[in-house]
């Protein structure tokens, strides 16, 4: 049996990290879904600069977009909800044979909003009702400016992606504002089931200390990802979630992030073997899918109690690593990080958009 689909039988959700147009008109996406249990997929503002200004798939539609007088953020939407639109309805059939659980897309609220709540909270609204799809996720980063966007967004009514998050203390307070909405939805009389999934970035926790502690390489990521796991069965066990459950509430899915391998001396399927677990998701790029598709395999599931993690965060601590600090600093560099990469895409996109343009007509302008 493929150990993609030995993932999927176990209980874990295969997405796939990254939208390109060219992967939709091929057919590649319909071939992942039908072959490699592939049953969603995640955006970032890096994936769609490569997808649009790396190729001529969108020139068409930037051409009749800027002929509109569409142009920035607004182009780019438009663009991008096209693509998700697309793979929304592909995992349409995943979606409803799960009830919603699975079969979903992501798509970032402006990460130029990371420090606007209000800001985040109208937006994330705005480009859902747009997509017209229940099955999209809109992106949220789990900072202290985005938990009550987070929470004021789920109450609302729309799906959200809580993204950003580095540590099981990040993770918890996501949860918390997801149980926060959801209580206040059932009190309100309100449908409790609004998906969610809450994103622990793993890779670049090992990228951060890869010359710290090299007797302990490419096991801080994973370390970090046991001890959030065991906070996220504690939460599923708990009298709270379980008095939600009762009233048709679902649970707010773990989501595994930056989990292709960093490090070219460590195996290309290190994090996809290490985080198989019922009941979360994997999102892993295109060349990670491939090769766990080849050679991977898997060999058993986290353990509920976070197995190991304690005693190798601990050796972290006596060579001087300070987790709760470094997934601050990690939390700070990618949301900048994705701030960076929204301003290139969107001046390359500006840039294609004006060599797209039509030449201007001689002696334009002449009686």
Same mark, same amino acid.
Do not use: C
């Given at each position: 049996?493929?150990?993609?689909?030995?993932?999927?039988?176990?209980?874990?959700?295969?997405?796939?990290?990254?939208? *390109?147009?060219?992967?939709?008109?091929?057919? *590649?996406?319909?071939?992942?879904?039908?072959?490699?249990?592939?049953?969603? %997929?995640?955006?970032?503002?890096?994936?769609?600069?490569?997808?649009?200004?790396?190729?001529?798939? +969108?020139?068409?539609?930037?051409?009749?977009?800027?002929?509109?007088?569409?142009?920035?953020?607004?182009?780019?939407?438009?663009?991008?909800?096209?693509?998700?639109?697309?793979?929304?309805?592909?995992?349409?059939?995943?979606?409803?044979?799960?009830?919603?659980?699975?079969?979903?897309? #992501?798509?970032?609220?402006?990460?130029?909003?990371?420090?606007?709540?209000?800001?985040?909270?109208?937006?994330?609204?705005?480009?859902?009702?747009?997509?017209?799809?229940?099955?999209?996720?809109?992106?949220?980063?789990?900072?202290?400016?985005?938990?009550?966007?987070?929470?004021?967004?789920?109450?609302?009514?729309?799906?959200?992606?809580?993204?950003? %998050?580095?540590?099981?203390?990040? +993770?918890?307070?996501?949860?918390?504002?997801?149980?926060?909405?959801?209580?206040?939805?059932?009190?309100?009389?309100?449908?409790?089931?609004?998906? #969610?999934?809450?994103?622990?970035?793993?890779?670049?926790?090992?990228?951060?200390?890869?010359?710290?502690?090299?007797?302990?390489?490419?096991?801080?990521?994973?370390?970090?990802?046991?001890?959030?796991?065991?906070?996220?069965?504690?939460?599923?066990?708990?009298?709270?979630?379980?008095?939600?459950?009762?009233?048709?509430?679902?649970?707010?899915? %773990?989501?595994?992030?930056?989990?292709?391998?960093?490090?070219?001396?460590?195996?290309?399927?290190?994090?996809?073997?290490?985080?198989?677990?019922?009941?979360?998701?994997? *999102?892993?790029?295109?060349? *990670?899918?491939?090769?766990?598709?080849?050679?991977?395999?898997?060999?058993?599931?986290?353990?509920?109690?976070?197995?190991?993690?304690?005693?190798?965060?601990?050796?972290?601590?006596?060579?001087?690593?300070?987790?709760?600090?470094?997934?601050?600093?990690?939390?700070?560099?990618?949301?900048?990080?994705?701030?960076?990469?929204?301003?290139?895409? %969107?001046?390359?996109?500006?840039?294609?958009?004006?060599?797209?343009?039509?030449?201007?007509?001689?002696?334009?302008?002449?009686?």
């Amino acid at each position: 049996m493929n150990a993609t689909r030995q993932l999927h039988d176990l209980g874990q959700s295969l997405w796939l990290d990254n939208i *390109t147009r060219g992967i939709l008109n091929d057919g *590649t996406l319909r071939r992942y879904i039908n072959e490699l249990s592939v049953t969603g %997929l995640t955006s970032n503002p890096t994936i769609f600069d490569h997808a649009i200004t790396k190729g001529d798939f +969108y020139d068409a539609s930037i051409r009749r977009k800027a002929a509109e007088g569409k142009a920035g953020e607004t182009l780019f939407f438009e663009l991008a909800l096209e693509d998700l639109v697309r793979a929304a309805d592909l995992f349409r059939p995943v979606y409803d044979a799960t009830g919603g659980v699975d079969g979903w897309v #992501s798509l970032e609220v402006s990460p130029l909003l990371a420090n606007d709540t209000a800001g985040t909270i109208r937006a994330a609204a705005q480009l859902h009702g747009r997509a017209q799809r229940p099955n999209l996720l809109i992106k949220i980063p789990g900072t202290p400016e985005g938990v009550p966007a987070i929470e004021e967004s789920i109450f609302g009514g729309v799906p959200v992606n809580v993204t950003l %998050l580095f540590s099981a203390a990040q +993770y918890v307070a996501a949860a918390a504002a997801y149980l926060r909405a959801i209580e206040r939805r059932i009190a309100a009389g309100l449908d409790p089931h609004v998906g #969610s999934v809450a994103s622990l970035f793993v890779s670049r926790w090992d990228v951060a200390v890869h010359d710290t502690v090299p007797a302990l390489r490419n096991r801080l990521g994973i370390a970090i990802a046991r001890r959030t796991y065991r906070a996220y069965r504690d939460l599923l066990a708990s009298p709270r979630w379980r008095a939600l459950a009762a009233k048709g509430a679902r649970p707010q899915r %773990l989501l595994w992030a930056s989990t292709g391998t960093k490090d070219p001396d460590a195996p290309d399927t290190l994090y996809v073997e290490a985080l198989a677990a019922p009941e979360t998701i994997n *999102t892993i790029p295109e060349k *990670t899918l491939a090769a766990f598709a080849d050679h991977g395999r898997v060999t058993g599931v986290l353990p509920p109690d976070g197995g190991d993690a304690d005693t190798v965060l601990a050796e972290f601590a006596r060579a001087g690593v300070d987790d709760a600090a470094l997934a601050a600093r990690l939390q700070r560099e990618g949301t900048a990080s994705f701030d960076a990469s929204w301003r290139d895409l %969107l001046d390359r996109l500006a840039a294609k958009r004006a060599a797209l343009a039509p030449p201007a007509r001689s002696g334009a302008g002449k009686p």
